[in-house]
């Protein structure tokens, strides 16, 4: 357990809300307009799988923001 503060942790939140909201920008710029025709329920299962894909990688940085190691 850490006993002092560290740069890394407001750092890394600031890099994750930039990084997301990148993300957001991409999807919302580039989806629509390949899915925009299917029927609503298909567009749905994209966006939850789209939605939910973000959290895979947030493990091994919410890691490096604690110990400062990417494993």
Not at 20 to 32: D, Q
Not at 42 to 64: D, E, K, M, N, S
Request: charged share 15%; no cysteine.
């Amino acid at each position: 357990m850490r006993t002092e503060p560290t740069l890394r942790i407001p750092l890394g939140v600031l890099a994750m809300l930039v990084v997301l909201a990148g993300y957001a920008a991409a999807i919302a710029r580039y989806v629509p307009p390949l899915i925009g025709e299917w029927p609503t329920l298909a567009q749905t299962i994209v966006y939850v799988v789209l939605g939910i894909v973000w959290i895979a990688p947030l493990r091994r940085f919410l890691t490096w923001m604690e110990t400062g190691h990417w494993r």
